[in-house]
């Protein structure tokens, strides 16, 4: 039992500790925070301007679409620039077509969006 503990008293420790620090996160500002009732306290909060119109509004599915294709891609680059670091400094053949056959794949991703349509904006159905 005594190595058990010994060998995850760190992991227990950082666990007790990210619990604190999470509680404290939300105890301390319950304490020292005012609480105050008043006209704005339930509106809406648009970057400081009076909110106009019913918040809930429906948009179209195309901004979704754009909103995923977006992060897709994005992870996409951000993965593609470690790996260009490391192949200029030297890689393997099968290293550079496997980065290869990934852009192929991402390419690919984008050729079908694009047949699909995707990539037309649409105002009629805003």
Known sequence: METILRDFGFVLAFVVLALLFGLI??????????????AKTESVYECGMDPFGSAWIRYAALFYLYALIFIAFDVDVLYLFPVATSYVRGGKP???????VFVLLLVLAIAYAWGKGVFRWKYEDL
């Open 94 to 100: 099968e290293e550079f077509l496997a980065l290869a």
């Open 25 to 38: 996160a939300v105890f301390i500002p319950r304490l020292i925070a005012p609480r105050t009732v008043g």
